[in-house]
T-cell receptor, first 114, second 112 residues
Framework: GEDVEQSLFLSVREGDSSVINCTYTDSSSTYLYWYKQEPGAGLQLLTYIFSNMDMKQDQRLTVLLNKKDKHLSLRIADTQTGDSAIYFCAESISPKTSYDKVIFGPGTSLSVIP | NAGVTQTPKFQVLKTGQSMTLQCAQDMNHEYMSWYRQDPGMGLRLIHYSVGAGITDQGEVPNGYNVSRSTTEDFPLRLLSAAPSQTSVYFC???????????FGSGTRLTVV
């Protein structure tokens, strides 16, 4: 089956690193995504990683992928109060049709304490 | 500004009423989708379209209809609103490929 799981809440102090974890179940996933949702807004794509990669770094963001364990993580270095938001993990599954089905996790609400 | 525009932002309906949520994008994206967001459940796909004239059902299509007469527009129709359809609705679009979605800012719908 297809499912994406995340812990629902995370609280960190400003300046610390945040690590948001995600597990997925479909081994045929091609791309995995992290989205950020600020209050009252839509989701914003932060980064994505292809399933044959182990790591991707983009400024303060580091994505780690353990394909064997089907585990994805997002590390935010030097977390700021502006990083407070809900973070969604998502996997793209390529079915036999041309449409890449995207499954979203429930989202992790990150609270940054000043 | 280029992007996905959703209207209205807020709506209250009475049970049994019908309405259309509007979605328009100006990026010439082939793919468009409607999701609903409920607390603790992430986003669930309602309907999607891979191009003008082509639509298909997602995970939770019951009670909703869509059409795609142009590349730009992808309206979502609620046929007879029910309290279970109280949710936040997001429209999203993308090019074909791994580029991720561009989301609208959402429509918060309450059915009483």
């Amino acid at each position: 089956g297809e499912d994406v799981e995340q812990s629902l809440f995370l609280s960190v102090r400003e300046g610390d690193s945040s690590v948001i974890n995600c597990t997925y179940t479909d081994s045929s996933s091609t791309y995995l995504y992290w989205y950020k949702q600020e209050p009252g807004a839509g989701l914003q794509l932060l980064t994505y990683i292809f399933s044959n990669m182990d790591m991707k770094q983009d400024q303060r963001l580091t994505v780690l992928l353990n394909k064997k364990d089907k585990h994805l993580s997002l590390r935010i270095a030097d977390t700021q109060t502006g990083d407070s938001a809900i973070y969604f993990c998502a996997e793209s599954i390529s079915p036999k049709t041309s449409y890449d089905k995207v499954i979203f996790g429930p989202g992790t609400s990150l609270s940054v304490i000043p | 500004n280029a992007g996905v525009t959703q209207t209205p932002k807020f709506q209250v309906l009475k049970t049994g009423q019908s309405m259309t949520l509007q979605c328009a994008q100006d990026m010439n994206h082939e793919y468009m989708s409607w999701y609903r967001q409920d607390p603790g459940m992430g986003l669930r796909l309602i309907h999607y379209s891979v191009g003008a004239g082509i639509t298909d059902q997602g995970e939770v299509p019951n009670g909703y209809n869509v059409s795609r007469s142009t590349t730009e527009d992808f309206p979502l129709r609620l046929l007879s609103a029910a309290p279970s359809q109280t949710s936040v609705y997001f429209c999203a679009s993308s090019y074909e490929g791994p580029y991720g979605y561009t989301f609208g800012s959402g429509t918060r719908l309450t059915v009483v």
